[in-house]
């Protein structure tokens, strides 16, 4: 069963209402009309949490619009996919959605057949087709750092089995143009993935019939800039391109944040 017929609509409950009255708090035309402006979806992806978009939280927050950064489980590409869908049922009115990682292939499959969402922004992030895998297009090109090799694999229970990423290379696969402490607090805090969402097939793209746009991190260890731009072009993605490393959306808040903002418009 697909991640989109398994969306738990909870449209009507508490969190909507909240979100719904948010959204409706936008500025005014000068005809008096009330604007709604989307909001703002923002999703992680593995080997990491939600605290990372605080750079571009604060600049959307202050531009006066909705946002939401929920917590993507990491358990599976289908639990977490239908996740998100859940969360997206909540929300009335516009959504601009945003995926960093593998937060990517979990957007592709949550957007899917709701017409709220108006705009998908993926950010050094895994855009797949039907049938893709994570390991498939991470090694589509040469140049990832983030090989078995770069991995501690720790089991959970149900006979499952969690990655994270080794702290002598999570730098340099992860967080190039941070610090070395800034990446060494990202190292200690992040959150493992599921080591089944390396090789599970993807589901039938949002992209091919929401409007896309891509954030290009050239000096990525993790997914290689030729990745990136293969997947945003076959995407017709609006790219922009910056000199970052895979965590383009910590070191390049205000790119990152300039292009939702294009997105949203």
């Known amino acids: 069963m697909s991640p989109v017929s398994r969306r738990t609509v909870l449209a009507g409950t508490a969190a909507a209402a909240t979100v719904a009255a948010v959204s409706a708090a936008a500025p005014a035309t000068a005809g008096g009309t009330a604007r709604i402006k989307p909001t703002i979806v923002l999703v992680h992806g ?10 571009v939280l604060k600049r959307l927050i202050r531009a006066g619009y909705p946002v939401l950064a929920p917590a ?38 949550a957007a899917t057949g709701n017409p709220n969402v108006k705009a998908l922004v993926y950010v050094a992030a895994f855009a797949p087709d039907a049938g893709d895998t994570v390991l498939h297009l991470q090694t589509l090109h040469e140049g990832t750092k983030l090989t078995l090799d770069a991995l501690d694999f720790r089991p959970y229970p149900g006979d499952h089995i969690d990655g994270y990423v ?100």
């Not at 990491?48 to 750079?55: E, H, L, Q, R, T």
């Not at 969360?87 to 593998?102: D, Q, R």
């Open 46 to 55: 593995a080997f990491a949490d939600a605290a990372g978009w605080s750079g």
């Open 72 to 109: 993507n489980p990491l358990r599976g590409v289908d639990s977490d996919s239908a996740y998100l869908a859940s969360v997206l049922a909540t929300i009335a009115g516009p959504i601009v959605l945003v995926g960093h990682s593998y937060g990517g292939v979990v957007i592709t499959n």
């Open 166 to 265: 080794k702290r002598d290379v999570f730098r340099e696969v992860f967080a190039g143009d941070l610090s070395r402490e800034e990446a060494d607090l990202l190292w200690a805090t992040q959150r493992p993935g599921d080591g089944s969402t390396l090789q599970t097939a993807s589901g039938e793209p949002g992209w091919k019939t929401i409007p896309s746009y891509y954030l290009v991190a050239r000096n990525d260890n993790l997914i290689p800039a030729a990745a990136q731009r293969f997947m945003a072009a076959r995407a017709k993605a609006r790219t922009v391109e910056v000199s970052a490393s895979h965590v383009a959306h910590i070191s390049q808040p205000r790119v990152l944040a300039d292009l939702i903002e294009k997105a949203a418009r």
